[in-house]
């Protein structure tokens, strides 16, 4: 009996689901997730303004703050993915660029972004 091949998704696959599509693309795969409860929603809903106000009653400009363990952590992940590539280290820093899934990826994401505010506008 023949096998099936299952199909290679990339990530411009990934980019062009719907928005309200909740998927992650997994070794070249989607994987489908159920919508998040409505508890998930209230709880992510509140730490999302508790979190929020801690910044602005700690912040002169609300700016947020990113310490090393979190930016070494994506930098790391993105590496990994073959985001970004490391260029050179200079005394105790790396220095990285953009690779072309990087650049691939970086303006799907930002043609996601407009949709949103489009749809955010629409909205109103």
């Given at each position: 009996?023949?096998?099936?091949?299952?199909k290679?998704?990339?990530?411009?696959?990934?980019?062009?689901?719907?928005?309200?599509?909740?998927?992650?693309?997994?070794?070249?795969?989607?994987?489908?997730?159920?919508?998040?409860?409505?508890?998930h929603q209230i709880?992510?809903?509140?730490?999302?303004?508790?979190?929020?106000?801690?910044?602005?009653?700690?912040?002169?400009?609300?700016?947020?703050?990113?310490?090393?363990?979190t930016?070494?952590?994506?930098?790391?992940?993105?590496?990994?993915?073959?985001?970004?590539?490391?260029?050179?280290?200079?005394?105790?820093?790396?220095?990285?660029?953009?690779?072309?899934?990087?650049?691939?990826?970086?303006?799907?994401?930002m043609?996601?972004?407009?949709?949103?505010?489009?749809?955010?506008?629409?909205?109103?």
């Amino acid at each position: 009996m023949p096998s099936l091949q299952e199909k290679y998704y990339t990530i411009e696959d990934f980019y062009n689901l719907p928005d309200d599509i909740h998927a992650e693309l997994i070794n070249g795969q989607i994987v489908y997730m159920a919508a998040p409860s409505s508890i998930h929603q209230i709880i992510s809903s509140e730490l999302h303004f508790a979190i929020n106000n801690y910044i602005k009653s700690k912040s002169i400009c609300a700016e947020i703050k990113i310490s090393p363990g979190t930016l070494y952590g994506s930098l790391s992940k993105m590496e990994k993915d073959g985001l970004i590539q490391l260029m050179r280290e200079e005394e105790n820093r790396k220095i990285y660029c953009i690779t072309a899934l990087g650049t691939q990826v970086l303006d799907l994401e930002m043609k996601r972004i407009e949709r949103l505010y489009q749809s955010m506008m629409e909205a109103k």
